[in-house]
């Protein structure tokens, strides 16, 4: 199964190709890609090359990348959360996207802490950022609550995104 990281509900894991249907019908939710600039996703095929190209190369690349969240009680895939370099702004993002059954329960948080701990304490990061749509409340309420910040507005990808950050050595507990 190839964990990385587990929380008191969360398995964090590495993705393969063979998670290509459960990563499809996560990136194809019209109401989980509303407020990310990324297409919703048309096939499984398509699916299967983004996970080749992005978190599977990420993990070769960086030695980390988004991973699969699954339930610990019943290995059901209900999201990805994790940490990813984009190279567009040079920083290190953590990133986060639950299916709609997920959503106000905390997995998100759960999963962002772990991973921004994995960041620092682990990677030895001295800064992770999150980008979040200036609409969407519910990824800002996530960063906020693992200590992020927010720092200013960005547009990497030709939609504006507040710009959070949390430094190691932050009031957070970092």
């Not at 499809?24 to 297409?39: G, I, Q, T």
């Not at 398509?46 to 339930?71: K, N």
């Not at 040079?90 to 772990?114: C, H, I, M, Q, S």
Request: with cysteine; charged share 25%.
């Amino acid at each position: 199964m190839n964990p990385v990281l587990e929380t008191e509900r969360l398995i964090l894991r590495l993705y393969t190709e063979d998670d290509a249907y459960d990563f499809f019908y996560l990136n194809s939710a019209p109401e989980v890609m509303r407020y990310v600039p990324d297409k919703a996703m048309q096939s499984t095929e398509e699916a299967r090359e983004i996970l080749i190209s992005h978190p599977i190369a990420d993990y070769a690349r960086y030695g980390y990348g988004r991973w699969a969240c699954v339930l610990k009680s019943t290995g059901e895939h209900i999201g990805f959360c994790g940490l990813k370099l984009l190279p567009e702004l040079n920083e290190v993002d953590l990133g986060f996207r639950f299916l709609p059954a997920a959503w106000g329960k905390g997995f998100a948080t759960e999963a962002a802490r772990a991973c921004v701990n994995h960041g620092f304490t682990v990677l030895k990061l001295n800064e992770i950022i999150g980008l979040a749509h200036p609409d969407n409340h519910g990824s800002i309420r996530v960063l906020e609550k693992v200590g992020m910040r927010i720092t200013g507005i960005v547009s990497p990808y030709g939609w504006p995104m507040n710009r959070y950050h949390v430094r190691r050595g932050d009031d957070a507990g970092w």
